[in-house]
């Protein structure tokens, strides 16, 4: 039987306003509250691995995303959207495209879309916590807590990387740094998978990101797939400006393709070439 958070489907119901590589082997830093130290680092070793197989595993699947993006004005009314759905496929050749299924003309006003805001609507929000990336983080035991019919051990979850000002001021200079999640994570005590985080994704910089819950589902009885994610969050810029964000991304339709993981994307069917990707709704202020 396939086992489901029901929190996943109570969360959809509950947002009217949104209506359209193999181990390392340098160890992470663990706080433990409770429990044995040694348990605490072989969960910790185990759902990390579980995480590198689940991300393969995505490679191999088709999907459906619908994400939507609304601010919301002081009397509470939308006042700015972004609606894009998608289909994520492969073709003959095996690359993987995402086919623009709905995309009405944004009419965001108050933000605008950045290249972390894109990858965060496709990686960090659905946060694939590898193995190979496991000493870039510290990990601080909670404890044990019951979600739904599922008993899960859960762990807060900090970058290593935002302690060292040297790198991340290099990261800056890059074109794209890479994003990391900085919250909590709930894992399944009985398969060792992430089935629920809440966080949000770092480094901010001059932008800001909202703060995120992730609940997933078992697909074909073993891996854990985000299926639903959801925001409602005051973005405060330094400029003085604050903006109230609404997000939701919901992925559906998961079917078991065969093709490599290259992603290109693809607006146009008619046309063989790739498109480039329009971006997102930022969390960049427009001036």
Known sequence: MKRVLLSVLAAAAMCPALVSAQTQTAAPSVVNRSGSPADIERIIRAFTQKESEFRKALNEYGFRRD???????????????????????????????????KFPIPTLTEIQLTAEDLEDLGGVQAFALESSKIDEYSFSYVGK???????????????????DARRLAALKKSKLPERFFQGRVWVDDQDLQIVKARGKGVPEFDQRFPTFET????????????????????????????????????????????????????????????KPTPAPPASKPKP
């Open 67 to 101: 994400a939507v993006i609304q601010t919301i004005a002081f009397g509470g009314q939308i006042s700015g959207e972004y609606h894009r759905v998608s289909s994520f496929v492969f073709d003959d050749s095996g690359r993987r495209y995402e086919k623009i299924l």
């Open 145 to 163: 807590e019951k979600i739904d019919e599922l008993d899960t051990y859960v762990f807060d979850v900090t970058p290593k990387i935002l302690a």
């Open 215 to 274: 609940y997933r589902e078992q697909i074909d009885g073993k891996y854990w797939f985000p299926t639903y994610s959801y925001a409602d969050d005051e973005l405060n810029f330094k400029s003085g400006q604050t903006v109230h964000l609404r997000m939701r991304v919901k992925f559906t339709d998961f079917q078991r393709l065969r093709g490599r993981a290259t992603v290109i994307e693809q607006g146009d069917e008619t046309e063989e070439k790739p």
